[in-house]
């Protein structure tokens, strides 16, 4: 009995040390059975794009470790932990590897619209959104929220370009009456209202809406209907056509595209990233 105890317990011994660590981050040591399997494949396979040319698990073995391996280490267990398969975490890697590595820069005039967010914040953020966009309507808010209030804030700025999509009915309603509500001072207020209130959205009720927030409701209405509205409207859209935007949400971090994922926590990932490449923080 105690010879086949010891055999038992000299077995799990072996097995245990034949499996290496995965990642050395809490995300990572929490999977198990095949979705440990898939993250230690995409982790043994794939490189980070800076600061390590080894494999990412053999990044997170070096001392100090180099941060960007870390982070998309996190990036591959979440994604392995929520069900993705190998290629599908590999496509990620490579449209995020895409983003952050681009020379191109979109030139974007970030004075039209009030920003949200710390003056001196390290990252600029610029969303093409439409009014209308039922997506955007997610995104936005939770980014405001994070730049404002939660993990963004001081670290980003964000900025909002107005882009209607014919194909979204009222969007040139709901992008007026937000170059109205610009001008008045109430910007924000008045698009996070609208976004919260996406399904309820009714252009005769837009001058209710906006003298609910503070505004005058015939300025209001003056405005929307003002030419000078429609020309900064037109701009926006114009601008975004000029630099390859074709559908809203689109994303620029620090005036660079942005082709990864949509999701909050890879786009709040990703900032994060860019500040610490901003802020000199390689390693650790």
Known sequence: ?????????????????????????????????????????????????????DTIHACLQQKPVCLLARRLANDVCRRAGAG??????????????????????????????????????????????????????????ALHQSVTQGALK??????????????????????????????LGKFWPFLLHLYRNF????????PECAEHHGMNRDE?????????????LTESKKEGVRNKVGATPTMFINGRPYSADLDMATLQDVIEEEHDRMSGRVRE
Request: with cysteine; hydrophobic share 40%; aromatic share 6%.
């Open 1 to 53: 009995m105690f010879k086949t105890i010891s055999v038992i317990l000299v077995t799990a011994w072996m097995l245990a040390v034949s499996i290496p660590a995965l990642a050395q981050t809490p995300t990572c040591d929490a999977l198990s059975g095949p979705k440990k399997a898939v993250a230690d494949a995409v982790l043994r396979s794939q490189h980070p794009y800076e600061c390590c040319d």
């Open 84 to 141: 993705q398969s190998q290629a599908d975490i590999e496509r990620a890697l490579a449209r995020r590897a895409t983003s952050m590595t681009s020379t191109q820069k979109a030139p974007i005039d970030t004075s039209k619209f009030e920003p949200a967010g710390a003056a001196d914040a390290k990252v600029q953020v610029t969303g093409y959104m439409c009014a209308r966009c039922p997506y955007c309507s997610r995104l936005l808010p």
């Open 154 to 183: 001081d670290k980003a700025r964000l900025h909002f370009r107005v882009f209607p999509i014919r194909s979204h009915e009222g969007s040139t309603e709901g992008g007026l009456a937000l170059v109205a509500a610009q001008r």
């Open 199 to 206: 399904d309820k959205f009714d252009p005769a009720k837009l």
């Open 220 to 232: 209001f209405v003056r405005l929307m209907n003002d030419p000078a509205s429609r020309e900064l």
